[in-house]
């Protein structure tokens, strides 16, 4: 008999049989199976991303009538007061919202993966806002907090402070129980056996918590992180419906800041709500905006991937 007779045809070892030629059909039709997800990508990313860069450079009122113009939009971008103004309240925003929204949500997962009654119900009720759409829920908070401050004769749009911690308690509302659920599979994942042999080491529960639970989550922490991260620097349903930017803030030159406005509604109005020769400077804020978003995000997860490695 020869070496491979009487074996299985699928676990040949020199290849042949079934299972070897299924491996070689797959692998010589490879490029044609990812042919259709390339193509999607290239019509649906790609090529925008290279024609908005294209009229970024242009001067255009229809992307049929574009004049070429090279750096000046992107030098009136970074000269516009609106748009850095944006950028620094953006930056707050974020920052803010990062800490509050991974705290409590952590929070709220911890307490929920402790056996406690009604956890599945406390679930859900976290995790609805999340389901409600970001105008809806701006619109719905505007009412909240007019109602609040029409008592003390004042309101959200007559003080950016007001707006900028509107937004902050909205979005928390809305994402703490996203944030939550990602923590709660973060929790669940940490096998028993390390939480038990640090109990046995007579470690407490914050003991635990500090040194065994959270040194285990960081994948989770990371996800977080990178999600509040991008989802502050990108709001723009809430912005919208909640202040519209307002207040105002009047300059001596004449010009205008809205006190409340973040960067992709200030790229909005930039191309809607100004003249139509502006939609140029929009599109270059527009590149200067995901440049920012994928540089940070980049930082983001390349600090937590290191850390990841250390531990």
Excluded at 76 to 83: H, I, L, N, P, S
Aim: aromatic letters at 14%; a positive charge; one cysteine or more.
């Amino acid at each position: 008999m020869g070496p491979n007779m009487g074996m299985p045809e699928q676990i040949r070892p020199d290849g042949a049989g079934r299972g070897g030629l299924l491996r070689r059909s797959v692998a010589r039709g490879f490029p044609l199976f990812l042919l259709p997800t390339l193509a999607a990508f290239a019509v649906g990313f790609v090529w925008p991303f290279l024609r908005g860069l294209y009229l970024s450079l242009c001067r255009f009122t229809t992307t049929g009538n574009a004049a070429w113009v090279g750096l000046g939009n992107y030098a009136q971008a970074v000269r516009d007061a609106g748009f850095l103004h944006a950028f620094w309240f953006t930056a707050l925003y974020t920052a803010v919202s990062l800490v509050l929204i991974n705290l409590l949500a952590f929070a709220a997962a911890w307490a929920l993966t402790q056996g406690l009654r009604g956890t599945g119900l406390f679930r859900t009720v976290f995790f609805l806002p999340n389901l409600i759409g970001g105008i809806v829920l701006g619109y719905l908070w505007s009412v909240i907090f007019d109602g609040v401050l029409s008592r003390f004769g004042t309101s959200i749009l007559l003080d950016s402070r007001y707006g900028f911690w509107g937004l902050v308690v909205l979005m928390c509302w809305q994402q703490v129980g996203y944030m939550m659920i990602i923590y709660i599979a973060g929790l669940q994942a940490i096998p028993e056996e390390t939480l038990e042999a640090a109990r046995m080491d007579g470690a407490g529960r914050w003991g635990t918590l500090i040194h065994v639970t959270i040194p285990n989550m960081t994948g989770a922490i990371a996800v977080c992180f990178f999600l509040t991260l991008t989802n502050g620097f990108k709001l723009f349903d809430q912005n919208l419906a909640l202040t519209g930017g307002q207040p105002y803030a009047f300059q001596a030159d004449g010009s205008v800041i809205k006190t409340t406005e973040m960067l992709a509604l200030n790229i909005y109005n930039t191309f809607y709500g100004q003249s139509a020769s502006a939609r140029g400077v929009a599109q270059a804020k527009a590149v200067l905006f995901f440049l920012l978003v994928a540089a940070l995000s980049a930082l983001q997860l390349r600090a937590t991937r290191s850390r990841e490695a250390r531990a």
